[in-house]
T-cell receptor
């Protein structure tokens, strides 16, 4: 049941450049989308989110874009820093539901 | 800053044994969750809990699993008869509202079934 898909298992980026992580979803009922960051031996931590009524949300170096017609969202990190190296999970939820569904994650490597 | 705490951090058990994983959610949160991550795979939803009852559960959460909030602070996941495939990292999470999906996760309990 792959309602949230992250097709790139890994991404390598040079420090200072832009990192773009992609995510697709299939369930039209999803109306809230989130990105989580996870370091080894830690739980996921919330990074940024976007409601379906918006197409962009920005927080410092992190911007999430939502294309509802394509059922696609992306996370842009600019400039990328070595400390950004982690696994990034895309997630989605539906209002009134009681679960958040996660993608498989993309491991980001930011090279100094 | 308030955080979700989980114990134990790592448990090794024999197949067929019962395991209880414990969590203390953030104190003013109302919704509680268990997720698991098998090594290298995605974070999978197991169960959500609100108002002292299960709100939603996945197909993974079969009869060998149960959850309980025995007092005002703890939230437990019990696996009655562990199987090798139950080996995973189990994450507890909580949130103050169900409307956004923004979850606060603990650091996880690693379960190894031999």
């Amino acid at each position: 049941d792959q309602q949230v898909k992250q097709n790139s298992p890994s991404l390598s980026v040079q420090e200072g450049r832009i990192s773009i992580l992609n995510c697709d979803y299939t369930n039209s009922m999803f109306d809230y989308f989130l990105w989580y960051k996870k370091y080894p031996a830690e739980g996921p931590t919330f990074l940024i989110s976007i409601s379906s009524i918006k197409d962009k949300n920005e927080d410092g170096r992190f911007t999430v874009f939502l294309n509802k017609s394509a059922k696609h969202l992306s996370l842009h990190i600019v400039p990328s820093q070595p400390g950004d190296s982690a696994v990034y999970f895309c997630a989605a939820s539906a209002t009134g539901g009681f679960k958040t569904i996660f993608g498989a994650g993309t491991r980001l490597f930011v090279k100094a | 800053e308030p955080e979700v705490t989980q114990t134990p951090s790592h448990q090794v058990t024999q197949m067929g044994q019962e395991v209880i994983l414990r969590c203390v959610p953030i104190s003013n949160h109302l919704y509680f969750y268990w997720y698991r991550q098998i090594l290298g795979q995605k974070v999978e939803f197991l169960v959500s809990f609100y108002n002292n009852e299960i709100s939603e559960k996945s197909e993974i959460f079969d009869d060998q699993f149960s959850v309980e909030r025995p007092d005002g602070s703890n939230f437990t996941l019990k696996i009655r008869s562990t199987k090798l495939e139950d080996s995973a990292m189990y994450f507890c999470a909580s949130n103050p509202t169900v409307n956004t999906g923004e979850l606060f996760f603990g650091e996880g309990s690693r379960l190894t079934v031999l």
